[in-house]
């Protein structure tokens, strides 16, 4: 809300392996929290940038102002992970039945990892999918976000709506 108020632009380098669920986590507020920045990304009128580094899994990832957020530019490295969840984690539910009746479970269970990473977890079916822009080299990012930056016409425009300091 800060940078909004004064139209500084937003950068979010995105790396989550998604929310921890559990008890102890709702009771510290994690629910309340994931809601303020939600809420505070979707009405950001700044332009909003993202680039995945690494992991971006789940709502977590919705969360840290992915395209689905209004996010006016998404990037990812060649590495990044863009998935519901983790292909491990995956990989054991979804499969679970068939690697249990595997002749090598282990072995199994490697394939299926190896086939979700493939179909699900990589930026190149995201940007097919339209989920991000682009794939960057991480050599190429700051280059890349300068490009967007002037692409986007940043005004000159005063406050926007206040800051209240609570």
């Not at 998604?18 to 505070?40: C, F, M, N």
């Not at 050599?139 to 967007?148: G, P, Q």
Request: positive net charge.
């Amino acid at each position: 809300r800060f940078c909004d108020c004064f139209n500084i632009p937003l950068l979010t380098l995105v790396d989550t392996p998604g929310y921890l669920p559990g008890a102890d986590q709702e009771h510290a507020g994690v629910i309340r929290h994931g809601a303020k920045i939600l809420y505070a990304y979707s009405e950001a009128t700044v332009p909003k940038m993202t680039v995945i580094m690494r992991k971006a899994y789940g709502g977590a990832y919705i969360a840290m102002c992915s395209r689905h957020l209004g996010a006016t530019f998404v990037a990812s490295w060649p590495c990044g992970e863009i998935a519901v969840m983790g292909a491990e984690g995956a990989a054991n539910i979804i499969f679970r039945k068939e690697i249990a009746a595997a002749e090598d479970p282990e072995v199994y269970r490697q394939d299926m990892i190896k086939e979700y990473e493939d179909i699900f977890a990589n930026p190149y079916v995201a940007a097919k999918k339209g989920y991000i822009d682009t794939i960057i080299r991480s050599s190429m990012t700051r280059e890349t976000l300068i490009k967007v930056l002037s692409r986007t016409g940043q005004s000159r425009r005063g406050p926007r709506h206040g800051n209240i300091p609570l």
